[in-house]
C-alpha cells in the first residue's frame, strides 16, 4: 500500500520534478561558496521568528538562504511556526483564553490569522501574523532566497509531506532537482525525509540530527546532508560525511546550527561544515569574512 501511494504520487509529481540528476562530482556546496550562512527561522534575532518580518531581514542584509519550520493547523493549511502551541510567539491567550494549550493543530487558520505574533519580539512588529507556507513561499520567490525547509513535529500530521511537496510543487519549487533546487528539505525524523526522497526523489533532503558515524551510510541512501548541531560535532565527524555520497551523488554536506557568535563559528568552519544556520547570520558572516 505504502508503495502504491509514493509511486502515485511521485507519478503525479513527475510533470513539476525534474528527475535528472547531477552528473558533476564536485564537491556540493549547497548554499553557495563555502561555508555559506543560512537565516535560522529567518534573522530571527533582527525581526519575530517564521514571519515575512523576519524573511526580509535575512534579505535586507543580502542573506539567501532562509530556514523555517512547517505545521498545519486543525482545518488542514500550512503554517510556518516552530513550537506546537501557539504560545510562546503569539498573543493567543489573550485572543483564545480558554483554549488551552494552544496547539497549532487545535486551531483553524482563520483563527490563527487573527492572532499577533509580532509583539512578543519587540512593539514596533505588531500585527505581523503567522504566515501560511503559501504565503512565506511567495515572499521568499519575491526576495529571490532558498530555503531550507523544516518538517516540524511531522508525527502529529500525517500526510504533512504529501501536502508540503504538492504546495512547492505549484509554487515551481521542484523543477529542479538538488543541489540546483534552491531547497533543501530537512527534519528530525528520518522516516519523514524518507518518505519525502521516495516521493520528490529530485528534492534535497537533510537530517537533523548527528547519527553515529557507522549509520551515516543507512542515511545517505535518502538524505543529501546531515544538519547537526554544532556542539556535537567534530572534524572527524564532517570528514565522515563528507566521505559518504547521498542519493544524488554528492557528498552529504553538512550545516551546523545553531551558530551565532563569531568565535564558535570560526571554530564550527574550522571543521570544515558546509554551512551554518544562524539567528545573527549577520555577525556570523561578518566573522567569516575576517578571516
Ligand atoms: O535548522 C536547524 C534548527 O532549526 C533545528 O532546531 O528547534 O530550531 O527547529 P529548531
Ligand atoms: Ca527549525
Redesign the pocket.
Known amino acids: 500500500m505504502y508503495a502504491r501511494v509514493v509511486a502515485a504520487f511521485a507519478a503525479a509529481l513527475l510533470g513539476a520534478t525534474a528527475l535528472l540528476l547531477p552528473t558533476s562530482d564536485a564537491r556540493a556546496r549547497v548554499v553557495g561558496e563555502p561555508p555559506s550562512v543560512?537565516a535560522?527561522?529567518g534573522a530571527s534575532a533582527l525581526a519575530p521568528e517564521n514571519t515575512l518580518a523576519a524573511v526580509d531581514a535575512a534579505a535586507g542584509l543580502g542573506v539567501d538562504w532562509v530556514?523555517n519550520?512547517v505545521q498545519r493547523t486543525k482545518d488542514g493549511a500550512l503554517v510556518v511556526i516552530?513550537d506546537d502551541s501557539l504560545r510562546r510567539t503569539t498573543d493567543v491567550e489573550e485572543v483564545f483564553p480558554g483554549r488551552s494549550p494552544w496547539k497549532v493543530k487545535d486551531f483553524t487558520a482563520a483563527e490563527i490569522a487573527r492572532l499577533d505574533a509580532g509583539s512578543w519580539f519587540a512593539p514596533r512588529f505588531a500585527g505581523v501574523r503567522v504566515p501560511t507556507l503559501d504565503e512565506y513561499m511567495r515572499r521568499v520567490e519575491d526576495n529571490g532566497q532558498n530555503l531550507?525547509l523544516?518538517i516540524?513535529n511531522p508525527e502529529l500530521y500525517p500526510g504533512i509531506e504529501q501536502q508540503i511537496l504538492k504546495l512547492l510543487g505549484n509554487e515551481g519549487r521542484l523543477d529542479r532537482p538538488y543541489p540546483d533546487g534552491r531547497l533543501i528539505v530537512?527534519s528530525?525524523s528520518a522516516d519523514s525525509l524518507r518518505l519525502v526522497h521516495d516521493l520528490a526523489p529530485g528534492v534535497g533532503t537533510a537530517f537533523?540530527g548527528t547519527p553515529p558515524v557507522a549509520d551515516l551510510p543507512e542515511y545517505a541512501a535518502f538524505t543529501d546532508g546531515i544538519?547537526p548541531s554544532y556542539a556535537s560535532i567534530s572534524t572527524d565527524y564532517v570528514s565522515a560525511a563528507h566521505a559518504l555520497t547521498g542519493p544524488h551523488g554528492r557528498p552529504l554536506a553538512v550545516?551546523a546550527?545553531?551558530v551565532d557568535d563569531a568565535a564558535t563559528a570560526l571554530r564550527v568552519t574550522g571543521y570544515g561544515v558546509d554551512g551554518v544556520?544562524s539567528n545573527k547570520p549577520d555577525v556570523v558572516r561578518a566573522a567569516l569574512r575576517e578571516r
Request: hydrophobic share 40%.
Open positions: 543560512v535560522h527561522r530556514e519550520d516552530h531550507l523544516e516540524k530537512q528530525f537533523l544538519n550545516l546550527w545553531t544556520i
